[in-house]
C-alpha cells in the first residue's frame, strides 16, 4: 500500500505561483512511478505532469509545458509540481499518483488507469 498526501493548493490570481507536494509513505519511493492529475468541475481528469522513479525523464501536458516543472526527491518521498503563470484554466482538484508498473526507469504514464495510488487531492483556484 502507498498513502499519498498532497499539500499546497489555494486560491490565487491569473500571473501567480503555487508549489504542491505530496508526501509518499508505505513503499520504497524510489520504486514508484510519479504523476499529476487535475479534473475541473464538469470536466474529465486529465494528465498534468509525470516524472520517472529516479527523478531524471519528465512529461507534461502541452498546455503546462513551460509553466510547470515536477520533480521527485527520493529522498524525502515527495514529488513536487511547481507551477507558475497561473491561468483560470488551471483551476481544479490537482491529485498526485503513484504507480508500480514502470518496466524502465524512462517509462511516464500519462493514462490514469496505469496508476495504482491517488491522493485525496489538493483544490487550485486561479482567479482572472
Known amino acids: 500500500q502507498v498513502q499519498l498526501v498532497e499539500s499546497g493548493g489555494g486560491v490565487v490570481q491569473a500571473g501567480d505561483s503555487l508549489r504542491l507536494s505530496c508526501a509518499a509513505s508505505?513503499?520504497?519511493?524510489?520504486?514508484?512511478?510519479m504523476g499529476w492529475f487535475r479534473q475541473a468541475p464538469g470536466k474529465e481528469r486529465e494528465f498534468v505532469a509525470g516524472?520517472?522513479?529516479?527523478?531524471?525523464?519528465?512529461n507534461y501536458r502541452d498546455s503546462v509545458k513551460g509553466r510547470f516543472t515536477i520533480s521527485k526527491d527520493n529522498a524525502k518521498n515527495t514529488v513536487y509540481l511547481q507551477m507558475s503563470s497561473l491561468r483560470p484554466e488551471d483551476t481544479g482538484v490537482y491529485h498526485c499518483?503513484?504507480?508500480?508498473?514502470?518496466w524502465g526507469d524512462g517509462d511516464i504514464f500519462t493514462s490514469g488507469g496505469a496508476y495504482d495510488y491517488w491522493g485525496q487531492g489538493t483544490q487550485v483556484n486561479v482567479s482572472s
Open positions: 516524472v520517472s522513479r529516479s527523478g531524471t525523464t519528465t
Open positions: 499518483a503513484a504507480s508500480t508498473r514502470a
Open positions: 508505505g513503499r520504497i519511493f524510489s520504486r514508484l512511478l
